[in-house]
């Protein structure tokens, strides 16, 4: 059957195989950075979802997985400015060394209150894996260990990445019509 979203999609910014690509590399860095370390990915709900298990896939060195989640954002495309978790992680963090694995960093509101938050834990290091960045849209100090790809100041979706939390399910990252954007925010009006 055909993909019906394919339609809203204006422009293809990363493939599967360009972002295939990308997961290789990080997972490459990671295995070797934390060969002799205690390591535990902490993927990000809902957008890392895709990031983290095709990632994980890669790494090749023994290491703990959990999940943490968050909310910024809601239907809209500007961030609140606020960061609420809303999903703790399950496995203590104390004398591990921790990789966040974010789709993507914006303001860096999330990834400061979620890195400030697991610092409490105790762990014995916290880094920043993000598949894509923002850079010029950076409001707080945070600084990403390993970045995938930096991004201008556009919206995009897909592979994780939602508008309204739809097109998560796409198998690539692109640009929304803008005709689409709009059907969806007048859809959630009713
Ligand atoms: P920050 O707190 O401003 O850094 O926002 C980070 C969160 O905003 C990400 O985890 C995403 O959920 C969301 N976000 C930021 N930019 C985009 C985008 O271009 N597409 C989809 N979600 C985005
Ligand atoms: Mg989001």
Same mark, same amino acid.
């Given at each position: 059957?055909?993909?019906?979203?394919?339609?809203? !999609?204006?422009e293809?910014?990363?493939?599967?195989?360009?972002?295939d690509?990308?997961?290789?590399?990080?997972?490459?860095?990671?295995?070797?950075? @934390?060969?002799?370390k205690?390591?535990?990915?902490?993927?990000?709900? $809902?957008?890392?979802v895709?990031?983290?298990?095709?990632?994980?896939?890669?790494i090749? /060195?023994?290491?703990? !997985? &959990?999940?943490?989640?968050?909310?910024? %954002? *809601?239907?809209?495309?500007?961030?609140? *400015?606020?960061?609420?978790?809303?999903?703790?992680?399950?496995?203590? /963090?104390?004398?591990?060394?921790?990789? #966040?694995?974010?789709?993507?960093?914006?303001? *860096?509101?999330?990834?400061?209150?979620?890195?400030?938050?697991?610092?409490?834990?105790?762990?014995?290091s916290?880094? /920043?894996?993000?598949?894509? &960045?923002?850079?010029?849209?950076?409001?707080?100090? /945070?600084?990403?260990? @390993?970045?995938?790809?930096?991004?201008q100041?556009?919206?995009?979706v +897909? @592979? +994780?990445l939602? @508008?309204?939390?739809? %097109?998560?399910?796409?198998?690539? #990252? *692109?640009?929304?019509? $803008?005709?689409?954007?709009?059907?969806?925010?007048?859809?959630?009006?009713?």
């Amino acid at each position: 059957m055909k993909n019906v979203m394919l339609e809203d !999609i204006e422009e293809i910014f990363f493939s599967q195989e360009q972002i295939d690509e990308i997961t290789s590399r990080i997972a490459e860095e990671i295995s070797n950075d @934390y060969k002799d370390k205690n390591l535990t990915l902490i993927c990000v709900l $809902k957008g890392s979802v895709m990031f983290m298990s095709d990632l994980m896939k890669k790494i090749t /060195i023994p290491c703990m !997985i &959990d999940f943490l989640a968050a909310e910024s %954002y *809601g239907s809209s495309t500007k961030s609140s *400015g606020e960061v609420k978790i809303t999903k703790d992680i399950s496995d203590d /963090i104390r004398n591990r060394d921790v990789v #966040i694995i974010e789709d993507i960093l914006d303001s *860096g509101r999330t990834l400061k209150k979620l890195t400030e938050f697991l610092n409490m834990k105790d762990p014995s290091s916290i880094s /920043i894996c993000t598949l894509l &960045d923002k850079p010029s849209r950076r409001a707080v100090d /945070i600084e990403p260990r @390993y970045v995938g790809s930096e991004v201008q100041d556009q919206f995009v979706v +897909g @592979y +994780g990445l939602d @508008y309204a939390q739809q %097109y998560r399910n796409l198998p690539f #990252i *692109g640009i929304l019509k $803008k005709e689409a954007a709009e059907r969806i925010a007048n859809n959630n009006k009713v």
